[in-house]
């Protein structure tokens, strides 16, 4: 059986999770911390980051982006990028508008300043970079209700890698109850959608330990 190493709070890893139970494919979660550097999951990623799957041939590959086109390419049903060339290219301009903008804007500020650094042990959050992630969410809610105003789902009429990934994203502030969803009905509005999906019930099952979820974390009338 394939293995999937992660972290409970990587927006990578939820991706990949999420991309894994909407192919319908079997696997095995692991949790791996990094900062540990073992030799044995250097072997795998020398790199030393997650995720990483390992398929059942015992093939290693790393990189969220670069799992989830291997997924999408070896089993292209449902397809999550897309089979023509225009939607391709807006799924993937979505994800890498989540993984860089979003990701640098607002989830290192929030989630990397009041977890990640408490687990490396890296000292106490930074208040002005908590500050500026509360600030720069709101940009982002925008942009989604914009999005899914015109569209069924964010790159167009079908779920797909672009939703995953703001999902994933949005899904760890959920967890630490730092999206103003009250603020931003649209953006709720799909989030709801998201969450409701057979594929993210495993993410809302989460209970990272130490660090308990918010409330309203898993529940889909939020």
Same mark, same amino acid.
């Given at each position: 059986?394939?293995?999937?190493?992660?972290?409970?709070?990587?927006?990578?890893?939820? &991706?990949?999770?999420?991309?894994?139970?909407?192919?319908?494919?079997? +696997?095995?979660?692991?949790? %791996? #911390? /990094?900062?540990?550097?073992?030799?044995? +999951?250097?072997?795998? =990623?020398?790199?030393?980051?997650?995720?990483?799957?390992?398929?059942?041939?015992?093939?290693?590959?790393?990189? !969220?982006? @670069?799992?989830?086109?291997?997924?999408?390419?070896?089993?292209?049903?449902?397809?999550? *990028?897309? $089979?023509?060339?225009?939607?391709?290219?807006?799924?993937?301009?979505?994800?890498?508008?989540?993984?860089?903008?979003?990701?640098?804007?607002?989830?290192?500020?929030?989630?990397?300043? &009041?977890?990640?650094?408490?687990?490396?042990?890296?000292? @106490?959050? =930074?208040?002005?970079?908590?500050?500026?992630?509360? @600030? =720069?969410?709101?940009?982002?809610?925008? #942009?989604?209700? #914009?999005?899914?105003?015109?569209? /069924?789902?964010?790159?167009?009429?079908? +779920?797909?890698?672009?939703? *995953?990934?703001?999902?994933?994203?949005? !899904?760890?502030?959920?967890?630490?109850?730092?999206?103003?969803?009250?603020?931003? %009905?649209?953006? &709720?509005?799909?989030?709801? $959608?998201?969450?409701?999906?057979?594929?993210?019930?495993?993410?809302?099952?989460?209970?990272?330990?130490?660090?308990?979820?918010?409330?309203? #974390?898993? =529940?889909?009338?939020?």
């Amino acid at each position: 059986m394939r293995v999937l190493y992660h972290l409970w709070l990587s927006p990578d890893c939820r &991706k990949v999770r999420v991309a894994l139970l909407e192919k319908g494919l079997d +696997f095995e979660l692991r949790a %791996e #911390y /990094i900062w540990e550097r073992r030799d044995e +999951f250097l072997a795998l =990623n020398p790199a030393g980051d997650v995720p990483v799957l390992v398929e059942s041939d015992g093939s290693a590959l790393s990189g !969220s982006n @670069a799992i989830c086109e291997f997924l999408d390419e070896v089993h292209p049903d449902p397809p999550l *990028i897309g $089979r023509q060339a225009l939607g391709r290219a807006e799924v993937r301009r979505l994800v890498h508008w989540f993984d860089g903008k979003f990701d640098g804007e607002v989830t290192e500020n929030l989630v990397g300043e &009041k977890t990640m650094k408490r687990l490396l042990g890296q000292g @106490a959050p =930074n208040s002005k970079a908590v500050r500026a992630g509360h @600030a =720069n969410i709101h940009h982002h809610l925008d #942009y989604i209700g #914009y999005l899914t105003e015109r569209r /069924i789902w964010l790159a167009g009429d079908t +779920f797909s890698l672009a939703d *995953i990934t703001a999902a994933a994203h949005l !899904s760890t502030i959920d967890y630490l109850g730092d999206v103003p969803w009250k603020e931003h %009905e649209e953006a &709720k509005d799909w989030y709801a $959608r998201v969450k409701s999906r057979p594929s993210f019930r495993a993410l809302l099952e989460d209970n990272v330990p130490g660090a308990p979820p918010q409330r309203h #974390y898993a =529940n889909l009338d939020f």
